[in-house]
């Protein structure tokens, strides 16, 4: 495509993951000529979409899930799937529109849209739907289903940016790769276009329609620290490296306004030595370095405290919050602290290559890891341990195993950490994405400060804002990037009628 000026298109869709495809998907399905920028080479498509494993979705009973389910080809390995998927069908209930909008009210301190939740929210089986039936399909998470995350995406992240990929060249949308956009073209209030760089060329591409979906500001340094705080700037990402802010930034001096929290993120417990950042590619996912066991750990900080209720709750309702508690400890590191109990219940098995430290007493691992107070430390263990409710160990269930009379309060799977060898993984901060973006109507359109709607100009995915604040449940971005990106999508096709 050298020519790329002579390309004519009622959507133009910046960006190139989930909700981008969701967005193009939905307009060229509508009638809609359509083309997609990406900055990055086509091998680094999808952005932090490529990195995911799930969506979070509503579903009533087993019957849902069991359509998007791609069973074994092969006859030996069907006959063992199919066990499976019926032990599992036996476990699983539902997890209905309640429970979702309930589950995004709690983490967010009930600071979420209204209005935009429960768009996500009843619309996500439709969408999911939607998406099995243009070919996307899963696979049953058996090792630990936990009510939100029963399937995962066939091939991970990975796999489903392929496959939108794949959907939507089939049906005609053009894709650019390695053309980063510089600006939008504004004319009376209205977006019109877009201004590329293209082969070290600025060119203008006009249209109907734009939907940004071009992500964050994670990746920038400068505006992690100026709207995160200083001691965010240097943090290693849980993501690609692409999500610079140039869209929001765009966006903002083309009159759209900055919505909700801009001053937290999403941000998980990491592996030490982890890379700075992700990048795609088959069989990767952003949870290689992560160190996801702390709600069955016991977690503290340099100086030997505890300083979260590991097991508040499930893991994919508190993990985002987390990595901001550790960055703010000491030396903004922690440990994550097991012993051969836990090495027995299973809870480390997806740790890969992870760094830890091990000893067969807590005072040798205590200088180790290098604790600033190694008698505190164990006097706070001892009464950790000496604490713990009697209820039974369950590390598939919220088992109410805690302890109450200590601060802060242990909810969930608490055991005593007294039989070893000992074990410390050292974790840090790992950020995936900013919880602020723009306001928009409920269809991705842009809104102005006055409230109104700036003409042919949408905003999805990572870039809408409102959904999410201080917390985030886990899937529950990719799912509003696919709500809102197959909304925006079909908005445009309505709003191109009317021109």
């Known amino acids: 495509m050298n020519n790329i000026e002579t390309i ?36 680094f498509m999808g952005g932090n979409s490529a990195l995911t494993i799930h969506m979070r979705f509503v579903y009533h009973s087993f019957d849902d899930l069991l359509p998007l389910i791609k069973f074994p080809d092969k006859d030996q390995d069907l006959d063992t799937f199919k066990i499976k998927i019926n032990e599992l069908k036996n476990i699983v209930s539902s997890y209905t529109e309640s429970n979702y909008l309930n589950d995004i009210n709690k983490v967010t301190e009930n600071r979420s849209d209204k209005v935009l939740s429960q768009e996500l929210v009843y619309n996500s089986l439709s969408t999911i739907r939607w998406m099995n039936k243009l070919g996307h399909f899963w696979k049953p998470t058996f090792e630990n289903p936990t009510s939100a995350n029963v399937v995962s995406f066939d091939g991970k992240g990975y796999g489903l940016i392929n496959r939108w990929k794949n959907i939507a060249i089939q049906k005609g ?23 590329v760089n293209y082969k070290s060329q600025n060119i203008k591409l006009f249209s109907k329609n734009v939907i940004m979906a071009c992500g964050s500001f994670e990746s920038n340094s400068d505006m992690r620290a100026k709207y995160l705080g200083e001691n965010w700037r240097n943090i290693k990402l849980r993501g690609v490296p692409h999500n610079t802010g140039e869209g929001l930034e765009m966006a903002i001096n083309n009159g759209a306004i900055p919505y909700d929290d801009w001053s937290t993120c999403h941000a998980s417990p990491q592996d030490y030595n982890r890379p700075d950042f992700d990048l795609p590619g088959e069989n990767k996912s952003g949870d290689y370095w992560s160190r996801y066991a702390y709600p069955f750990s016991v977690l503290i900080n340099q100086k030997g405290d505890r300083f979260i209720d590991e097991g508040e709750t499930w893991r994919g309702l508190t993990y985002a919050k987390t990595g901001k508690a550790i960055l703010e400890q000491k030396n903004q590191i922690a440990y994550q602290l097991f012993d051969s109990k836990h090495r027995k219940a299973g809870v480390l098995e997806n740790y890969k290559n ?15 890891i290098k604790i600033m107070d190694i008698n505190k430390f164990l006097i706070n263990i001892e009464n950790f341990n000496q604490n713990i409710s009697s209820d039974k160990y369950n590390p598939s269930l919220l088992d109410g195993k805690s302890i109450s ?42 809104l102005d400060k006055n409230g109104d709607i700036i003409k042919g100009f949408f905003a999805v995915g990572e870039m809408l ?35």
């Open 8 to 43: 004519n298109s009622d959507v133009i869709i910046v960006g190139a993951g989930n909700a981008a495809f969701s967005a193009a998907v939905a307009a060229r399905e509508s009638g809609l000529s359509v083309l997609m920028l990406e900055k990055t080479p086509e091998k």
């Open 173 to 195: 949308v053009k894709i650019i790769y390695e053309c980063p956009v510089m600006d939008l073209i504004n004319k009376n209030n209205q977006i019109s276009g877009v201004v």
């Open 405 to 446: 009379n200590i601060i802060p309060k242990r909810s969930n799977w608490a055991l005593p950490l007294d039989k070893g060898p000992f074990e410390a993984y050292p974790v840090i901060a790992g950020m995936t994405f900013c919880y602020g973006g723009l306001k928009t109507s409920i269809d991705g359109e842009v």
């Open 354 to 368: 992870p760094t830890f430290y091990t000893a067969n007493s807590l005072n040798d691992l205590a200088k180790e």
């Open 465 to 499: 804002g409102g959904l999410w604040y201080k917390n985030y449940p886990s899937g529950g971005g990719m799912m509003a990037g696919a709500v809102f990106g197959k909304k925006a999508g079909e908005k445009a096709a309505i709003n191109s009628s009317k021109i």
